[in-house]
């Protein structure tokens, strides 16, 4: 079944930014939604962004809306999420997860990625 690998993680200081990747396996890619969560130690996984199939619509929660942006490369097998202006609340494992059902508001989603950390000190 379809794979996939986040990358880009590291260590920034508050107010930097990153850009974290996730590589898909398979041939179906462009036909899902992708979503991105992350989880801070102690606290439950918050969603933070999606991404439709076709790359046109998105959608993000208040606390990270117009700081983070989230694309797609379909000949890549790849989506990305930049990150700016970063916080240290920004803290936390991020995770990508796409495939069959996968929602735009991140209620459902087919598989995910390991994750990758993100750590922003003040």
């Known amino acids: 079944q379809e794979q996939l690998v986040e990358s880009g993680g590291g260590l920034v200081q508050a107010g930097g930014s990153l850009r974290l990747a996730c590589a898909a396996s398979?041939?179906?890619?462009?036909?899902?939604?992708m979503v991105w969560f992350r989880q801070a130690p102690g606290k439950e996984r918050e969603f933070v962004a999606a991404?439709?199939?076709?790359?046109?619509?998105?959608n993000y929660p208040d606390d990270v809306k117009g700081r983070f942006t989230v694309s797609r490369d379909n000949t890549k097998n790849t989506v990305y999420l930049q990150m700016n202006s970063l916080k240290p609340d920004d803290t936390a494992v991020y995770y990508c997860?796409?495939?069959?059902?996968?929602?735009?508001?991140?209620?459902?989603?087919?598989?995910w990625g390991q994750g990758t950390q993100v750590t922003v000190s003040s």
């Open positions: 398979g041939r179906t890619f462009s036909t899902y939604n």
């Open positions: 997860g796409s495939g069959p059902g996968t929602q735009m508001d991140g209620r459902i989603v087919g598989s």
């Open positions: 991404l439709n199939w076709n790359g046109i619509s998105t």
